[in-house]
Structures are given as structure tokens and as C-alpha cells.
């Protein structure tokens, strides 16, 4: 929306979409004090400032909207006009709902993955730690650590690819790596990766496969991964036993 206001803060030009975000008909719009209209003093200060000529830079403020129309979000930028025209500001009214939405979801994502991080790569540190003070003398506990170490090392690999995988959805650039694909090699990988982790709970991991596989075309890491989140997502939700 974009409304053209005089020095008094009084309505001079106001489009249709602005009529919209004002929840007012558009020709009753001339005349009329946008201030008051916005029903937030922190708008009406930035209105009145500007339009006065008191404040000379833009002025930007985000306000929820609630009401039959749905919540939002709604951002208002005021600024100054050039002192020959005969309006004194302008203010530009958008709709920033969504981008709001999608700020949050990529925060909720980058702290979801902080916490996911976090988790293999202490395993990775406390296991490495082990092998060097007790692995030495032991094969069974070097044996043990180099296990974790390497689960954890695959499950880093796939949190990586997950946010690679959402960087390129958000960039425009993702694409399936279409190829033959061996199910008995991925299913055979899953057990190795999840056999500990299920044997820790006392949850019984077990694959019914067919005696023969069919060659399946497809992208192997994202099959991979779907089939890792389900198979993770099992043993971290089932309660142990």
C-alpha cells in the first residue's frame, strides 16, 4: 500500500491496497489524518515527525494485525519526500507475514541443527578421548570407540546434508542425482548405524527384506537420508523396551 501524506499528516493520495491494510474505503480516504488511522502511537509519532520535516530519515515500524482478515504481520516505512513535491511524506505499507514465517522456520531450523550438532560431535570428542587413555591397552575398547566414532561421523554427515539440502531448496538449485540404486547396501547400512543405539533402549531393530532386491533408480543420499529420519526418528521416540 502507498499513501502520500501533507505536512499536517493529512491523506493526499492513497491507493487501493493501502485502503485494504487501513481497513478503510478508499475515497474516504483523502483528508484524512493517517495518523490516527494507524491506531499505534509509535506509526503516528514516525508519521507526524516525518511529515513535519522534524525527522529526516526513513522511519520503519512492524506492527501484528488482527481481525477478520487473518493475523499478520504488517511493516511500515516512512520517509521524506523532496521538498518540490507537494506531499510531504510517503508511506509504503507491506505485508510481511510470510517473510516473517519464513525467518522464524530458517531460526528454528538453525537452532534445531546448532542442538543436532552438537550431540555427535561430544560423542566424537568423549570416544576419541577414551581410545587414547584406555584403548591402548584394551582392543575390545578401541574396538568400542572407533564404532561411535564412526557412527557419529556419519550422523554429522547427514545433518550437513540436511541443511545443504535446504540451502539449495531456498537458493532455486536443488536437483535429484538420478542413478541406480542397491536397497540390500542402504538397509545393510541402516542396521550397522542404528544396531547400538536400538541394543541401548532394549528395542528390537529388525529389517524383513526380501531374498532378491530389485536395481531402483533415484537419488541415493536422499534416500538415504528419508530412510535415516525414519529409522532415527523410531528408536529417538519409542520409550526404551
Known amino acids: 500500500g502507498m499513501v502520500l501524506v501533507d505536512d499536517k499528516g493529512r491523506i493526499k493520495y492513497a491507493n487501493g491496497a493501502a485502503a485494504i491494510f487501513l481497513r478503510v474505503k ?15 502511537p509509535q506509526i503516528a509519532e514516525a508519521v507526524r515527525g516525518v511529515a513535519a520535516g522534524s525527522v529526516r530519515h526513513r522511519v520503519s515500524v512492524e506492527r ?12 511500515w516505512s516512512v520517509r521524506p519526500v523532496r521538498r518540490d513535491d507537494s506531499a510531504a511524506a510517503v508511506i509504503i505499507i507491506e505485508d510481511v507475514t ?20 552438537r550431540t555427535p560431535l561430544t560423542n566424537i570428542r568423549l570416544y576419541a578421548e577414551m581410545m587414547a587413555d584406555e584403548g591402548e591397552p584394551d582392543p575390545r575398547v578401541r574396538a568400542q570407540c572407533v564404532n561411535v566414532i564412526n557412527h557419529e561421523s556419519r550422523r ?30 542402504i538397509f545393510a547400512e541402516l542396521r550397522a548405524d542404528y544396531e ?10 529388525e529389517f524383513v527384506a526380501p531374498p532378491k532386491w530389485p536395481m531402483l533408480k533415484g537419488d541415493r543420499d536422499k534416500i538415504v537420508l528419508a530412510l535415516h529420519n525414519l529409522v532415527g526418528n523410531a528408536l529417538k521416540y519409542t520409550p526404551s523396551g
Do not use: C
Open 26 to 40: 478508499r475515497e474516504d480516504l483523502a483528508g484524512a489524518d493517517l495518523a490516527a488511522l494507524a491506531g499505534d
Open 98 to 117: 510470510q517473510q516473517r514465517a519464513a525467518d522464524e522456520a530458517r531460526n528454528s531450523f538453525v537452532t534445531q541443527a546448532t542442538h543436532e550438532l
Open 196 to 205: 547400538a543405539q536400538a541394543k541401548d533402549k532394549d528395542i528390537a531393530l
Open 156 to 185: 554429522l554427515e547427514r545433518i550437513v546434508q540436511d541443511m545443504l539440502s535446504v540451502a539449495e531448496i531456498e537458493a532455486g538449485s536443488f536437483k535429484l542425482r538420478v542413478d541406480d540404486v542397491r536397497p540390500e547396501e
Open 64 to 75: 501484528e494485525r488482527t481481525g477478520e482478515q487473518g493475523a499478520g504481520v504488517l511493516r
